[in-house]
Structures are given as C-alpha cells and as structure tokens.
C-alpha cells in the first residue's frame, strides 16, 4: 500500500479562487454547480452517445463519452454516488468529457436505487453494465482487454464489489482477474459498517447479511491494482475506508495507492475532473496516470509499497 498526501487550499479557497477565475458565472455555481461543470465540458474534444440500453428497464441505460479517432483505448466503467438512492449519469458528463479527452472510452451507466432495488440490486445492474462495455467498447474504439473499473462515493462501493467479489460479475460471464485492470475508488465506502442510518440499514440489511456488503469482506490475492483516492476533509465518507482497504490489499500482496487530497470533502474530490478545479484538486491527473499504467501493453505488477501517512 502506498499513501500518499498534498496540501491543497480549503474548500473556501476554492470557491474563491473559482469566483476569480469565472466571475461572471460565479452565482450560476452556486445555485447549479454541477451545471456549470458540464457547461465547461462542453468545450472538451469528444464524441457521446447518450441512453444506450444495456438492459431492459428505465434505469438501465448509459452514456459513451469516446476521444476523436480513439482505436484500442482504455475503457472506464464509471459508477456515480447517491447513497445508493439517487443519481443520474447526466449530471457526470464533466467526469466522462474529462476522460475521453485524455484518451479514454469512458461508459457511464445508470443503475437501480433504493427504494426500487436493496443491496445487491444496483450491484448486478453494475455487472450488466460492465458486460455490455466488454461486448460493444471496440464499437466506440475502446479495447475491453483494457479495462478499468472506477466510481465515486457509492459508486466507488459498487465498483469495488465487482472488483473484489467475485460472484457478480462470474454471473455475467466475465472474470474479475482476467477482465479488470484496475480500481479506481474515488471517496468510497469499503469497511463501513456498523450502520448508523436507518434507511441504510434497510438498504444493507438484515443485520445478518450486513457483512456480505463489504467490499473489504472478499479481498483476496491477484486482485487488480487499485487507485484508492480520499479527502482528508470528507465529512461524509471516512477517509480511513480507503487506507484500510488498501492495507487489506497489500496484506494479500497485491497493489493498492491511496492518495489523500489534504483539505478536500466528498464533493470537491469528484468535481476535480472539471477544468474549473483541475489547478486545486489534480485528482484527474493522478488517475489518469494509474489507468495509463495499469492499460499498459506491458504493464508491470508492482509489489505492496508502504509509506507513511502525515497526520
């Protein structure tokens, strides 16, 4: 495992140095922050194709944000959060615009939230999805034997569980090992129990079935490597479920990299993939560079690094 920490600004510097940067529609961020992301990705160079059905069903449909020209790319599977209750993958085009700008066939989905589904519906929605990806990505000039699963949040629990439990995506034919390159957790819930809300126990339960929804729980050796990214600012996620993950990981003697954005909560780490935040919070940049490397023609298997962490 790896730690790795930066100072960055706080959240208050951050919105004041985006209200520099973009006066004029410094008030538009604060009413629709997310709206004015996406604006700003309207500039990027990509092609998208939006409500794909990977499914039958409402929920299951997804976006493909592909570089120009892209032939045998990497392929990210993003999951976005929501407290497994809520989310749209049209409010994350800043994140796929992000990635098909650096080269990357980026395929966003949505999935099932509660109440409609509990765990582990919006998991095997997660596999489906991801079985699609492998059989169409050469479509949109993605290679799928480059394949990377990533996600924000409850999406980063989603794509964990698929990365490290092995049931759920051997349902859809495909082999965790074989198939994914690699992890990408962005503020993720991994070893979160005991539940404190209600709803979430209604989500994650019975009680006795809590423990089967750890991600945690089914680390085991030759799991991918993973890109373990956290703010020590998260308020809503604890950052310690990325660094015990990732201490989890290296015990098996595989490779986990946990990098804490000193200052950053939930929300900023994501919006780093916006050109607005890129300067403040390099999240884009450091995942970027995991995926080049773990997507490599030749990539090699690291051994379990420690460093200390800075508190």
């Not at 209600?198 to 030759?222: C, H, M, W």
């Not at 990214?229 to 595989?254: F, I, Q, Y």
């Amino acid at each position: 495992m790896r730690v790795l920490w930066g100072r960055y600004p706080t959240r208050a510097a951050l919105l004041c140095a985006f209200l520099l940067l973009f006066g004029g529609i410094g008030l538009l961020m604060i009413l629709s922050p997310v709206r004015v992301l996406n604006a700003v990705a309207l500039f990027s160079r990509y092609g998208v194709v939006t409500d794909i059905a990977y499914a039958p069903g409402p929920r299951h449909s997804l976006d493909i944000y592909a570089p120009p020209s892209a032939h045998a790319a990497p392929v990210v599977v993003f999951f976005y959060g929501g407290n497994w209750q809520e989310g749209d993958k049209a409010i994350y085009r800043f994140v796929g615009a992000a990635l098909a700008a650096r080269g990357i066939v980026a395929v966003i989905p949505n999935y099932r939230v509660y109440p409609a589904v509990r765990f582990p519906g919006f998991v095997e929605d997660g596999a489906l999805a991801i079985r699609w990806a492998h059989d169409h990505a050469a479509s949109f000039g993605g290679d799928p034997s480059r394949l990377v699963l990533m996600g924000h949040s409850a999406g980063a629990h989603i794509a964990a569980m698929l990365t490290y439990d092995r049931q759920w995506l051997e349902a859809v034919k495909l082999d965790p090992d074989r198939d994914v390159r690699g992890l990408v957790g962005l503020a993720g819930p991994y070893d979160f129990l005991p539940l404190h809300d209600d709803t979430l126990k209604i989500i994650f339960g019975p009680p006795g079935r809590l423990p089967a929804s750890q991600p945690i729980n089914y680390v085991e050796s030759g799991a991918p490597p993973a890109f373990l990214a956290t703010g020590s600012a998260d308020g809503v996620v604890d950052p310690g479920n990325a660094t015990r993950l990732a201490r989890k990981v290296a015990s098996e003697g595989d490779t986990a990299t946990v990098k804490i954005y000193d200052g950053i909560g939930h929300r900023v780490l994501i919006g780093g993939f916006a050109a607005p935040l890129r300067p403040f919070v390099p999240v884009l940049r450091d995942t970027v560079a995991f995926i080049d490397t773990v997507t490599g023609v030749s990539t090699p298997v690291a051994a379990p690094v420690f460093a200390a962490a800075h508190r």
